[in-house]
């Protein structure tokens, strides 16, 4: 399989590893650095092969050299549930006589089988297509409705546990995840909330990755501050942790709020209920939580929602009113 997309994407197709190690074995994966960690534990997955697309491997010369090394492993068949071009050229380049992709990809006179790609439905089932399933959310093998799942390991949920002890943080605690690649996903009210919630004596963790280390921090003092000094108390695990111990740390809280980004579907994974604030994107693109105790909170009439499949950088209306205008006591009620 070749899943060089986002974060988020990728532990969304962890369901169609497992459908396709069911069928063929466990799988190798080309990824990306940032999603590697994820994937080199799973239980479909056999080996990982890291391709820094935007890094060191960037432009043609490093498509080809990986291209080179996956031809020399023989591999009889490549999956390709990102439609991009890089990931269609390094299949046919590799070698692979059958490639299997979605039939509206750009590239899709590359593969050898195009597959309709459903247009409703939660991506889970939609990637689940690839591997002859319906759609619906069954597969074409009999198997039961998927899951998405992460491979932590002991040594993850260990350092999850440290983190908290050192930082005195008990059960029960509410995790918030403010950031997005995407500016506009960015709901700005995580302050205020991590205000009222220490007000209201909560722990609040605020978890993300090194990038989310700044916007982190300014939550933190927000409810470090004089309007959340009441009995909780709050602390930063943005970037302390490497990702599967950040995903370890995510299972251990009561619920996540979170934007339409990658720890939503980091959560999901881990069992923890979300709140999760959709502005510029909306719920039925096929990327929102499916629990039974989860919540999803938007404007609830704003005709220019939504504007694109993944929210802009900045609001091209320039007032970002789809998430200026979700209140603080909104989410406060979701989180319960
Ligand atoms: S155009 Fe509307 S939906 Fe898009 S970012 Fe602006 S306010 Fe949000």
Same mark, same amino acid.
């Given at each position: 399989m070749v899943q060089t997309a986002f974060l988020g994407d990728v532990v969304l197709t962890t369901p169609l590893l497992v459908a396709l190690a069911e069928r063929h074995g466990p799988v190798d994966v080309v990824t990306t650095p940032a999603a590697a960690a994820l994937l080199e534990?799973?239980?479909?997955?056999?080996r990982v092969w890291r391709y820094d697309k935007k890094g060191h491997e960037a432009g043609l010369p490093g498509l080809r050299r990986l291209a080179a090394t996956l031809r020399a492993e023989g591999y009889a068949r490549a999956v390709l549930p990102h439609r991009s071009w890089r990931s269609a050229a390094l299949a046919v380049w590799a070698g692979i006589p059958e490639r299997i992709g979605f039939a509206?990809?750009?590239?899709?006179?590359?593969?050898t089988e195009r597959v309709v790609r459903p247009h409703g439905g939660h991506e889970v089932e939609r990637l689940l297509v690839l591997a002859? #399933?319906?759609?619906?959310?069954?597969?074409g093998t009999g198997a039961t409705a998927p899951t998405v799942r992460l491979g932590l390991t002991d040594e993850d949920r260990a350092a999850a546990e440290r983190w908290l002890a050192d930082h005195g943080i008990g059960p029960g605690f509410v995790a918030l995840a403010?950031?997005?690649?995407? #500016?506009?996903?960015?709901?700005? #009210?995580y302050g205020e909330l991590a205000a009222q919630l220490v007000g209201g004596g909560r722990e609040v963790v605020v978890v993300g990755g090194a990038d989310d280390a700044r916007l982190a921090e300014e939550v933190v003092a927000a409810g470090s501050g004089e309007r959340g000094a009441g009995s909780g108390r709050i602390a930063s695990a943005a970037g302390a942790l490497p990702l599967r111990a950040s995903a370890a740390l995510i299972a251990r809280a009561e619920v996540l709020v979170t934007n339409d980004s990658a720890p939503l579907h980091l959560a999901t994974a881990t069992g923890t209920r979300v709140v999760a604030i959709f502005g510029p994107t909306v719920p039925a693109f096929g990327f929102g939580p499916r629990g039974p105790r989860d919540r999803i909170v938007e404007?609830? #009439?704003?005709?220019?929602?939504?504007?694109s499949p993944h929210g802009p950088a900045r609001c091209p209306l320039g007032h970002h009113r789809c998430m200026r205008e979700v209140g603080v006591e909104v989410v406060l009620e979701a989180v319960g």
């Open positions: 534990t799973h239980p479909a997955v056999r509206d990809a750009p590239a899709r006179f590359t593969y002859g #399933g319906t759609g619906n959310g069954e597969r403010p950031g997005s690649i995407w #500016g506009t996903k960015r709901w700005p #009210g404007h609830p #009439g704003l005709d220019c929602r939504p504007c």
